[in-house]
């Protein structure tokens, strides 16, 4: 099983970026924890972060007939793509959505979800551990198939 995590703009700054809301540790922390869980579950994971719509657009495509399924953090974009849901539901991969925030405690632009519609469920608010928890989902989804 092999497992595509997309991260969008800002991701990049976690650990510093708004600590209160996003927590102290960093994409690369979380993304070791996760590569953890996965050997564990014998899973093949890759990460990909970018600022840019057009690029996680493109790995979203690229994706298509390598991975399994997409676990994905679009950030801002989740709010605002049309592009990156159009590509969710262009590849017909299976995908999850995962927020770090619980974003339907915040203000109100951030409770629309554009991309959620397209994926197969979203997980939000647990901080690093939506990510945890979006493994296990696609996993056990996959596995249902």
Same mark, same amino acid.
């Given at each position: 099983?092999?497992?595509?995590?997309?991260?969008?703009?800002?991701?990049?700054?976690?650990?510093?970026?708004?600590?209160?809301?996003?927590?102290? @540790?960093?994409?690369?922390?979380?993304?070791?924890?996760?590569?953890?869980?996965?050997?564990?579950?014998?899973?093949?994971?890759?990460? $990909? @972060?970018?600022?840019?719509?057009?690029?996680?657009?493109?790995?979203?495509?690229? #994706?298509?007939?390598? $991975?399994?399924?997409?676990?994905?953090?679009?950030?801002?974009?989740?709010?605002?793509?049309?592009?990156?849901?159009?590509?969710?539901?262009?590849?017909?991969?299976?995908?999850?959505?995962?927020?770090?925030?619980?974003?339907?405690?915040?203000?109100?632009?951030?409770?629309?979800?554009?991309?959620?519609? #397209?994926?197969?469920? @979203?997980?939000?608010?647990?901080?690093?551990?939506?990510?945890?928890?979006?493994?296990?989902?696609?996993?056990?989804?996959?596995?249902?198939?």
């Amino acid at each position: 099983m092999k497992i595509l995590f997309l991260n969008g703009p800002n991701l990049n700054l976690l650990g510093t970026r708004e600590p209160d809301k996003y927590g102290v @540790q960093t994409l690369k922390d979380i993304e070791n924890y996760i590569k953890d869980e996965s050997r564990k579950l014998n899973i093949e994971i890759q990460f $990909y @972060q970018s600022n840019i719509e057009g690029e996680l657009v493109n790995k979203i495509q690229e #994706a298509k007939g390598v $991975y399994d399924g997409i676990v994905i953090n679009p950030a801002a974009y989740t709010h605002t793509s049309v592009a990156i849901r159009d590509a969710i539901l262009a590849v017909c991969i299976p995908t999850v959505e995962i927020h770090l925030s619980n974003i339907h405690t915040r203000e109100d632009f951030r409770k629309i979800s554009l991309t959620a519609p #397209a994926c197969i469920g @979203q997980i939000t608010g647990f901080g690093a551990g939506s990510y945890k928890l979006g493994l296990i989902a696609i996993k056990d989804y996959l596995e249902s198939l």
